[in-house]
């Protein structure tokens, strides 16, 4: 072959591969063009519109604060000094453990709990921030002067769960019904259609390769653009996820009845069994594994057997982290910190919260008796008895004082029953327990909603039914007897009436018959659902669970108010009338307040530790608000035009 010859073939190949090149260059850049445009089709479809700007306390506030527990959440390290975040708001400590200063819901800070603390560089920010998750109004970053808060237009996406910071700038958000979202400083996007609609509960790993807790669907394993998913069935001892943790290529996941280990993304054995894994902190050669009634425990990983720590006390019971920090260790429980000693050998407590009134801050109901004192039952602990604010207030629960839902003093005996789900139970006038009323005893079942004072006796509501009761004797009345629903919420008299609110409507009672039923097939009532009912001078208010309140008149007419009559719900029972007012409970829009000579109705929310108000009393001038996050009062005549 001749030279020209030899080198035109050289330069067909050439030119040939060159083609080759650009085509699989094209061919490649069109792929990837496909895969980023597909990427951004599916962020967009699950993206959500936010506001990012300072958050301005208000100048001031009508309610004050009734001092409840502070009850810890998580902590962090910021600037040097420790932070500690729960439903009282935001605490900074120096490294003495004294406090510095204090940001309360409602306050400093939007009148929800706080859940969860990372520092971090936003991607919007040139500077380091604490962030901090909120239970229902997004995020806020402190910077050690100010806060400002990242807040989404969705409800759902304000409703958060837990934090995570992953790759530059980005955060990873958990959330109550919206899966897991990122925010990369610029915009909120959903991780992966996939985990719409699932609670998470804790996140651990990365962006690219992230373990989900979630309330009831196990743990998702994300990673290489893939989910995988295991419960009991893939070996996990409980779906309900608590904690997670990872130390090189194990990945540990506590949950409600032990921790169960991954190896090679797969389970390889359970430790813990049967223990509520509330914290877990895994090092090379142990797995502390806090609990929520068990202490604090500390499992060899080498070995299959079980050491409990030495030095654990009762003390460490219902943990909320375990970290570590230089050298050391520390614990968090729901009401103090601890670290390990010099030694290693056992926990030395290094904060407690200080003193409160209350000893719970998730109120159910309240009440005040004839001699003043106010009576607060909680949701899941019990009642408190308190004449003022000085001193602690008197604690009672147990299987039968537990979860309350109304609370009636009798100004005549002095005398007050006590609604829970368990039973209706009468104190005496000292407030020590004299007697317990169940199924057993006549009621139409033992969980009791609401009672009332009807004639000589009690009106007494549960999910079966009506019970009446007097000296003549327990006498019941449910759907048989023609009553709307038999799920009765809440109850109200006046004179020989007796209104019940059900789940499916309401039923106007006289003399123990049921006279009349309104539901929303027969009658202006918005919704079927009805949560508290209160007499106003010669009508009925009836609030709703997701129609707001409506009037009923005295001839069965509903009609609907200003303000009030909207798509807002009423929480059970919490309503109150005044000389002045109307008060009205919601959940999630504050406090509704009417006044009954101007007629109009007004929203409060500034200064209420939660926006979700769950009871009401009046004592002294002084309206008590009770809340899912504490209790506060105001003086009545500072609402006065």
């Known amino acids: 072959m001749s030279q020209s010859r030899k080198n035109l073939l050289l330069v067909s190949l050439v030119v040939a591969g ?35 700007r300072p958050y301005a306390a208000p100048s001031s506030s009508l309610f004050q604060v009734v001092r409840a527990p502070a009850v810890f959440r998580q902590a962090a390290r910021f600037q040097d000094h420790l932070f500690i975040a729960g439903p009282a708001g935001l605490f900074e400590f120096d490294t003495n453990g004294t406090l510095l200063h204090s940001f309360s ?45 990242i807040l989404p237009r ?57 373990w989900i807790g979630t309330l009831d669907h196990g743990v998702l394993h ?42 090679g993304g797969r389970v390889s054995r359970v430790v813990a069994k049967g223990l509520l894994a509330t914290a877990l902190l895994a090092t090379p050669g142990n797995l502390l594994v806090g609990t929520e009634d068990q202490g604090l425990r500390t499992f060899p990983l080498e070995s299959r057997g079980v050491t409990t720590h030495a030095g654990a006390s009762p003390a460490l019971s219902e943990v909320r982290q375990i970290f570590a920090s230089g050298d050391a260790a520390f614990v968090l429980t729901r009401n103090a910190l601890y670290r390990t000693n010099s030694q290693g050998l056992g926990w030395e407590p290094v904060l407690t919260p200080g003193p409160a009134v209350l000893s719970d801050r998730n109120i159910s109901a309240l009440a005040a008796d004839s001699s003043g004192r106010i009576w607060v039952g909680y949701f899941d602990r019990g009642l408190d008895i308190f004449a003022g604010e000085s001193g602690k207030a008197i604690h009672i629960e147990n299987d039968r004082v537990f979860c309350v839902n109304r609370i009636l003093p009798d100004e005549k005996s002095g005398t007050t029953a006590v609604a829970t789900a368990n039973g209706l139970v009468r104190f005496g006038a000292s407030g020590q327990e004299e007697q ?3 199924h057993a005893d006549g009621l139409i079942a ?3 909603t609401d009672i009332v004072n009807y004639h000589d006796g009690l009106a007494v509501a549960t999910p079966a039914g009506l019970t009446f009761l007097d000296s003549g004797g327990a006498r019941s009345l449910y759907a048989f007897h023609g009553l709307v629903n038999n799920h009765v919420y809440t109850l109200a008299a006046s004179g020989d009436d007796l209104l019940a609110g059900t ?78 007012h109307v008060f009205a409970g919601t959940l999630g829009s504050g406090l509704y307040v009417y006044d009954r000579q101007t007629l109009r109705w007004q929203q409060l929310s500034q200064g209420l530790p939660s926006s979700s108000v769950t009871a009401l009393a009046q004592s002294n001038g002084y309206i008590y608000v009770g809340t899912d996050n504490g209790l506060v009062r105001l003086e009545e005549r500072k609402l006065r035009p």
């Open 503 to 580: 789940l499916g409507g309401v039923s106007l009672i006289g003399r123990e018959q049921v006279r009349v039923s309104y539901s929303t097939t027969n009658s202006g009532l918005k919704h079927n659902w009805i949560t508290a009912v209160v007499p106003v001078a010669d009508e009925w208010m009836v609030g709703t669970y997701g129609g707001g309140i409506l009037g009923l008149d005295r001839s069965g007419r509903f009609h609907p108010f200003d303000v009030a009559t909207a798509a807002i719900s009423v929480n059970p029972n919490a309503m109150l009338v005044t000389a002045n």
């Open 154 to 210: 969705e409800t759902e996406a304000r409703a958060l769960t837990a934090i995570l910071p992953v790759a530059a700038g980005h955060l990873l958000m958990g959330t109550k019904r919206r899966g897991v979202l990122l925010f990369d400083g610029h915009q909120i996007v959903a991780l992966h259609p996939s985990f719409a609609g699932l609670y998470v509960t804790t996140l651990a790993g990365d962006e690219a390769d992230l």
């Open 18 to 52: 060159a083609v080759l090149v650009i085509a699989a260059s094209v061919t490649a850049w069109r792929v990837s063009r496909v895969l980023s445009t597909a990427r951004q089709e599916v962020r967009s479809e699950g993206s959500f519109s936010f506001v990012s």
């Open 446 to 448: 033992d969980h009791v």
């Open 105 to 149: 819901p409602g306050a400093e800070l939007p009148p929800s709990p706080l859940i969860a603390l990372a520092p971090m560089v936003l991607g919007d920010s040139r500077e380091a921030e604490l962030v901090v998750a909120t239970e229902q109004d997004g995020l806020l970053a402190y910077n050690g002067r100010s806060f400002r808060q």
């Open 222 to 263: 994300w990673h290489g653009g893939t989910v995988e998913g295991f419960s009991e069935e893939q070996g996990l001892p409980d779906r309900q996820v608590q904690s997670l943790a990872i130390v090189g290529h194990q990945v540990f996941v506590g949950t409600a009845a032990g921790v169960a280990e991954f190896d």
């Open 436 to 438: 317990v009323l169940t």
